[in-house]
């Protein structure tokens, strides 16, 4: 964890009602665009599976504190961890003890496919909603960009205000991102194809063009749009019959790839090291030295106002 961050109960905040068995996660660090610590995201993933098994859950609505749902990760924090000399931090990820045993070393395979088969496992927090059993509601606000896009990919009901923003920051420095395989099916894979080649933010309205949003209301109409639906959907079929429908729909999910798709991108992440630039394209080694959040942004320049990936760059017309 960063020397500042908050705790991983602060950043991640649960509270439930088994009057109505609605359950609420809120991403809770506002300061920091609500990016979570790697201990946050392992909280993430027990409280999903917690959620799942408790008969008091049967709706769990997930939103962010502050103008946003969130950007992603806390990368500096991810980078300090997988880089330090000192494996504590890094197998911590892992839920393994800091002596316990020993990572691969940098340079071998499976230093990086360790990693990545570990992003395709549920309890990593990274699709741990795919193995969620009851009826997931996203709330969208804001920015919805990398590991928060995740969850987008994989809640089952994605309510979203009009002023959200939807992407990856990665497809501008790296070009992948674990989820690819999910996206290309919830968007429909032309439009996924144009985010993925232009790094482009899609808008709010876009996403509910692509059939990815069930609902687009005004900021402020956006919690009493979600509490609708959250209390509509706790109030019509029995916890057994959700359970059922989840596992029908999880079996579909299957048949058309979704974790294998997990997998394959996570092969993408291990070998991506070995992408050469063509000239002074940016790179996520460099985007790191510099600060990726300065770098995004000054690479943003390079596209047209509506197509950058910060709010305010978009509201500059060049």
């Known amino acids: 964890m960063t020397e500042s961050a908050p705790s991983a109960e602060e950043i991640i905040v649960y509270e439930k009602d088994p009057e109505t068995r609605i359950a609420t996660i809120t991403f809770n660090r506002p300061d920091h665009l609500n990016a979570p610590t790697i201990a946050a995201r392992v909280r993430y993933a027990d409280l999903l599976h917690r959620a799942s098994v408790d008969d ?34 890094k197998l911590a990820e892992f839920r393994i003890g800091a002596d316990e045993v020993t990572y691969p070393p940098q340079g071998s395979f499976r230093h990086g496919a360790t990693l990545s088969s570990w992003y395709a496992n549920s309890h990593s927090g990274i699709r741990s909603l795919q193995d969620f059993k009851k009826i997931s509601i996203l709330e969208v606000k804001g920015y919805c960009y990398g590991w928060h896009f995740y969850q987008a990919a994989d809640a089952d009901l994605v309510i979203s205000s009009d002023d959200a923003l939807f992407g990856h920051p990665a497809f501008r420095y790296v070009g992948w991102a674990p989820r690819m395989w999910w996206w290309a099916q919830t968007m429909g894979l ?4 144009e985010m993925v080649f232009t790094g482009r933010a899609f808008t709010a309205a876009e996403m509910f063009q692509c059939n990815f949003l069930n609902s687009v209301v005004p900021r402020d109409r956006l919690e009493a749009e979600v509490d609708k639906y959250a209390q509509a959907c706790a109030s019509n079929r029995p916890t057994d019959t959700v359970f059922m429908q989840k596992s029908f729909f999880e079996f579909m999910k299957q048949y058309q790839g979704e974790y294998l798709g997990s997998m394959i991108s996570g092969l993408f992440e291990t070998v991506g090291g070995f992408a050469a630039p063509d000239t002074d394209d940016m ?5 790191m030295d510099r600060g990726i959040n300065n770098a995004v942004k000054d690479n943003d320049s390079k596209f047209p106002p509506e197509w950058r990936l910060s709010k305010r760059a978009r509201e500059r017309k060049d």
């Not at 032309?190 to 194809?193: L, N, V, Y």
């Not at 790179?283 to 985007?287: G, H, Y």
């Open 56 to 89: 008091d859950v049967k709706v769990l609505v997930i939103r962010g504190e502050g103008d946003d749902l969130g950007t992603g990760a806390d990368l500096p924090e991810f980078m300090a961890a997988h880089t330090s000399p000192d494996q504590g931090p």
């Open 283 to 287: 790179m996520f080694d460099q985007a």
């Open 190 to 193: 032309r439009k996924f194809q």
